[in-house]
């Protein structure tokens, strides 16, 4: 079997409309790495139309306002699995003081809390910054005790909602709009031997209750939309964790927030990307 191989390279704003394109046009798997997205696709394919199909949705980002600037090359790997491919570019990874995330194949690492996670065609392997910033926060709130609920806004592969209830949240709830990644967390859920995750699809709007700590990756656009949800599902003297927006779009999100009647604890930068840390009083 032969296999097209595509690297994408895409600004960081139009990474996941990028993702979501490459899934709808039918790829087999991908990885995310340093922003470098690497795709599969059947040998079958017309590549000459999976390349068009490319360079008009670079138009289609332009015309959005996002990031434009997509470049990608393919090569056809001849007679190799692209799955064992796929495989031997995902590492374990090394997260917060203790965490280590790893794919199901590998050794777990001793003496650490080991989330495995399958990321088939979801966000959310560790290799984000993003990911991992949130991780270390989540680990830093179950330090200080007291805070037993989570929820995980947009939860990927359910990597931030596995990790809490490893790291001793008692009960979690994550959610996504997007099916794939709810089928990839259930199945992560079930790999982690976890009983204490509920994963539902949909929106922040899909979930009931109120939470000691709320978790959301997302971009600013969103984090915006859903500030007053936010704080209106935030116990007092919960945690609410804004991360995955681009430095520059950081005062937005915090005037919707405060608006909503948070109070920002903590303002992180990590390279381009940018964490708010937020309290219920
Ligand atoms: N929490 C993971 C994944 C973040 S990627 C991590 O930190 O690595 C963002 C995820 O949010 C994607 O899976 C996307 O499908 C989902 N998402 C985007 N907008 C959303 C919304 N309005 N409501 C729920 N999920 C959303």
Known sequence: MQ?????????????????NKLNDMGCLGFIENDGQITAYFEWQKDIALLCDELSRFKLVLEASGLGSALSFRHVLLPDKDWNAEWKKNITPIL??????????WEKEHAGRINILIDSGMAFGTGHHETTRTCLAHIERISKEGGRKSLLDIGTGTGILAIGASMLGFTHIVGVDNDPLAVDAAR?????????????????ISSVQG????????LIAKTLIE???EVASMLNRGGIAVFSGM???DE???????????LVLEEKMFDDKWVTLIFQQT
């Open 251 to 261: 005062e937005n999100v915090l005037k919707a927030a405060e608006s909503a009647g």
């Open 187 to 203: 199945r992560n859920v079930e790999l982690n031997n976890l009983k204490n995750v509920e994963i539902k699809e949909g929106s």
């Open 3 to 19: 296999y097209y191989e595509f690297t994408v390279i895409a600004p960081d704003e139009s990474r996941e409309a990028v993702m």
């Open 246 to 248: 681009i430095a520059g």
């Open 226 to 228: 859903i500030a007053h």
């Open 95 to 104: 997260a917060g003081e203790n965490i280590t995330i790893i794919p199901p």
């Open 210 to 217: 109120t939470f000691d700590g709320i978790i959301a990756n």
